[in-house]
């Protein structure tokens, strides 16, 4: 089945710290890939999408995703985690034109 | 102004009543989609409409309807709610194409006794 997995339900990282949360998507042909926010109360905001050509993107508020076709792989990084960063996570994946498929959701706690 | 707007924000009703979550858009986009979001399960799509003549049901319909009003408002009905149906409900709209990413309402928190 077309899927998409966040293998990490819930990660704690001390602000300052590096992060990387992890996405996996099963597809069959070039996914179109996105990584979401989610603060409290709020909707969902985009970070960052990825179509074709360099498999690393960069995104707002910091934030770049590698792209691993070998890996099916889609992981978000930050280098240095501020407390604002405290939200959650969704991985998605556009199978078709017509709609997305989310993953689990990574909730993420910054500690001071 | 938000440009994707859902109203109620908070909404506690009582199970076997009818719900109407509105929402209205000022993107320009002719695409709309309801979303659940249940802890562990991330978002799941209720229905979608690609034009105001345009609905389809999505992954998880069954206890759910749809009006498509305008281009710019799309309604999500709970014809009789039931304790199930407690969630967290998402507006969304986007332009055509695969490539196209979809903008989020900020929720309406639905509880059903």
């Known amino acids: 089945a077309q899927s998409v997995t966040q293998p990490d339900i819930h990660i704690t990282v001390s602000e300052g710290a590096s992060l990387e949360l992890r996405c996996n998507y099963s597809y069959g042909a070039t996914p179109y890939l996105f990584w979401y926010v989610q603060s409290p109360g709020q909707g969902l905001q985009l970070l960052l999408k990825?179509?074709?050509?360099?498999?690393l993107v960069q995104g707002i508020k910091g934030f770049e995703a590698e792209f691993k076709r070998s890996q099916s792989s889609f992981n978000l990084r930050k280098p240095s985690v501020h407390w604002s960063d405290a939200a959650e996570y969704f991985c998605?994946?556009?199978?078709?034109?017509?709609?997305?498929?989310f993953g689990q959701g990574t909730r993420l706690t910054i500690n001071p | 102004d938000a440009d994707v707007t859902q109203t109620p924000r908070n909404r506690i009703t009582k199970t076997g009543k009818r719900i109407m979550l509105e929402c209205s858009q000022t993107?320009?986009?002719?695409?709309m989609y309801w979303y659940r979001q249940d802890p562990g399960l991330g978002l799941r799509l209720i229905y979608y409409s690609f034009d105001v003549k345009d609905i389809n049901k999505g992954e998880i319909s069954d206890g759910y309807s749809v009006s498509r009003q305008a281009q710019a408002k799309f309604s999500l009905s709970l014809e009789s709610a039931i304790p199930n149906q407690t969630a967290l409900y998402f507006c969304?709209?986007?332009?055509?194409?695969?490539?196209?990413?979809?903008?989020f309402g900020d929720g309406t928190r639905l509880s059903i006794l």
């Open positions: 969304a709209t986007s332009a055509g194409g695969r490539n196209q990413p979809q903008h």
């Open positions: 998605a994946v556009a199978l078709t034109d017509k709609k997305l498929v």
């Open positions: 990825y179509f074709s050509g360099d498999t």
């Open positions: 993107k320009g986009h002719d695409r």
